[in-house]
């Protein structure tokens, strides 16, 4: 493997679900890099149809973090990606999510931890999320993503099985 492969595949690696951040803000600059890796996401028929929101705001943290029982880490972090996708694209879900991963792998370049908390396809938060955020109704929340400097440390690891693995026919 060339050295590229090898910075890339030790990035996948420590893409960790970090769920505990410090204060410290997150500078503009690296938002927009984050932002560039989401829309560099591969797109069915080039359709793009996502949208993001960057709260930074801590009262709609708060509220977001009560949206999901899983979310109550997004109180707590200086950031939240909200991931949107346009519903009139058969693609929307595909393409979010890889624009998704390509975020939390760039602000894992960067030594931020992220956690992806899924809000699709339980009505029921994307509705919360909307109505906190102003989301039009033809829009869909796929997650939020809380972004930080860790302030816990987790191991690289991979979750390799081989047994998963099938050449030529299954």
Known sequence: ???????????IKKRR???SYTDKE?????IDSLLQAAMAAPSGNDSRPWDFIIVRDRDLRTRLSKVHPWAAMAASSPVVLVVCG???????????SAATENYI???TAYGLG????GIYPTLRYEDAVRQILGIPDN????CLVPTGWPAEKK??????????VHYDRF
């Open 1 to 11: 493997m060339d050295n590229l492969a090898n910075v890339m595949l030790d990035i």
């Open 17 to 19: 679900s970090v769920r």
């Open 26 to 30: 997150i500078d503009q600059g690296i």
């Open 86 to 96: 346009d519903e009139s694209s058969p693609h929307w879900i595909a393409d979010t």
């Open 105 to 107: 792998l760039q602000a």
């Open 114 to 117: 992220t956690v992806w908390v």
């Open 139 to 142: 829009i869909r929340v796929l």
């Open 155 to 164: 191991e690289p690891r991979t979750r390799f099985e081989a047994s998963k």
